[in-house]
């Protein structure tokens, strides 16, 4: 069995919906982040968008900030109902 298969269900059905939760909040935050560097990379073709290419790119970087966030948030959650929020195998 893979870790991509591997469930752990230390406190049940909580915490498996928690995790699947954060771990869709993570990849939506991924895909906001390839968004903004595609939109910046694209405005970047012309001299009168370089300005808005460079706010793009700032937010993108602010996005990758967020993603320790959304991860730390997932174990604090999970510890504060009484699973792990350790578990290396379901980290995203």
Same mark, same amino acid.
């Given at each position: 069995?893979?870790?991509?298969?591997?469930?752990?269900?230390?406190?049940?059905?909580?915490?498996?919906?928690?995790?699947?939760?954060?771990?869709?909040?993570?990849?939506?935050?991924?895909?906001?982040?390839?968004?903004? %560097? *595609?939109? /910046? =990379? #694209?405005? +970047?073709?012309?001299?009168?968008?370089?300005?808005? $290419?460079?706010?793009? %790119? *700032?937010? /993108? =970087? #602010?996005? +990758?900030?967020?993603?320790?966030?959304?991860?730390? $948030?997932?174990?604090?959650?999970?510890?504060?109902?009484?699973?792990?929020?350790?578990?290396?195998?379901?980290?995203?």
């Amino acid at each position: 069995m893979t870790s991509q298969s591997a469930l752990k269900l230390d406190i049940g059905h909580d915490e498996l919906v928690i995790r699947q939760r954060y771990e869709a909040l993570s990849i939506a935050n991924d895909v906001v982040i390839a968004l903004w %560097f *595609l939109v /910046g =990379s #694209i405005l +970047f073709f012309w001299e009168s968008t370089t300005m808005a $290419a460079t706010w793009c %790119f *700032l937010l /993108g =970087s #602010i996005e +990758f900030l967020i993603r320790p966030v959304i991860r730390f $948030a997932r174990q604090v959650h999970i510890r504060r109902i009484g699973g792990s929020g350790l578990d290396p195998a379901n980290d995203f």
